[in-house]
């Protein structure tokens, strides 16, 4: 295994590459709580550091929930780092509030932090970005456990242009391409921004009906001169004609045109099936990609919670991208 804590689980993640040193921001809840399903409402944010991605130093929990009524008071979620303009880096995350102790229900808004030395991060007050009623379901609609809003993977625009963020949503209902399964309306949620502080929500970048119940941990890539989009969804939340044909699920890849162009999330391939999940592609201190992922369910089918050591990422003849197997990574 490549990171593993042994008292916590450990599941999604996220990286930023110093050219030097690698800062891995994850996932944690204690395995005393005794279910693993208890994790997300208990999920905090850590930090190790690796130079070659294989042997990690813990450095211990960085950010956790807010105080009664902030928009992350439950659970401090996924997100990504990015250096900004004036020299500092910004963590864009999740932030998860529970409507009760005893439901499943939340509301999710995405925040930001911002530090000088990827070690120390100070939140910003208030959310920076919430789902739009005019594309996007809120919990108002009823036809979902929560206000989908999260995993939040920002990126510049070419040229300098401005910043744009992908993050998980559902589609509207009133979505004119939306189906009557209310299922089948995951869709990768869009905002821009000209300077990483004023975001404006946008028209999300791909169209429901493509299968997926929600389209998790998404990230654009540029590989070797070809663009991509990886992102994961289980078995459990596919939909439509991939629940119909028995598909399985696990962490997906789909080619794209352009670097900030729309996504065809419904021609989509797997990576690797649900044993793995949160994949995110990383340039390798050889130069060439690899895939890293937690580990999800193991043999036993119980929940894993550890982040397996990464595996060559490359392009297939077929125009896909591919994942060696243990034994090619090996």
Not at 8 to 13: A, G, K, T
Not at 61 to 77: C, I, R
Not at 162 to 174: D, E, K
Not at 292 to 320: K, M
Request: proline residues 8%; glycine residues 12%.
């Amino acid at each position: 295994m490549s990171f593993a804590l042994d008292d916590h689980w450990v599941w999604d993640f996220w990286i930023a590459d110093t050219g030097e040193q690698y800062h891995l921001y994850y996932l944690h809840a204690p395995r005393s709580l005794g279910s693993e399903h208890l994790r997300h409402r208990n999920a905090r944010i850590g930090h190790a550091v690796s130079t070659d991605l294989h042997t990690w130093e813990d450095l211990g929990p960085v950010l956790g929930p807010g105080g009664p009524g902030a928009h992350d008071a439950s659970a401090t979620w996924t997100g990504c780092v990015v250096p900004g303009p004036d020299g500092r880096w910004r963590m864009f995350y999740t932030g998860a509030r529970f409507t009760s102790a005893d439901s499943a229900t939340n509301i999710e808004t995405i925040g930001v932090a911002v530090s000088d030395d990827l070690h120390t991060w100070v939140k910003v007050p208030g959310a920076t970005v919430a789902a739009d009623p005019r594309y996007y379901e809120t919990l108002p609609d009823r036809t979902w456990r929560e206000e989908a809003w999260r995993d939040p993977w920002v990126h510049g625009a070419p040229g300098g242009s401005g910043w744009h963020m992908l993050i998980t949503a559902r589609a509207s209902g009133t979505d004119p391409l939306a189906s009557g399964d209310p299922l089948d309306r995951g869709v990768l949620g869009h905002a821009t921004s000209p300077d990483l502080l004023h975001w404006t929500v946008q028209p999300a970048l791909s169209r429901p009906g493509a299968g997926f119940a929600h389209i998790e941990v998404p990230q654009r890539i540029t590989l070797d001169g070809r663009h991509a989009v990886l992102f994961s969804c289980d078995t459990a939340h596919l939909a439509g004609e991939r629940r119909a044909r028995g598909e399985r699920g696990g962490i997906w890849a789909v080619p794209v045109e352009e670097p900030t162009g729309p996504v065809p999330v419904e021609k989509a391939t797997l990576l690797t099936g649900e044993e793995l999940y949160s994949g995110r592609a990383v340039r390798a201190p050889g130069g060439g990609w690899a895939l890293l992922a937690f580990e999800n369910v193991g043999p036993d089918g119980d929940f894993t919670g550890r982040i397996a050591d990464p595996r060559p990422l490359a392009w297939g003849p077929d125009g896909q991208l591919r994942v060696a197997d243990v034994r090619e990574a090996r």
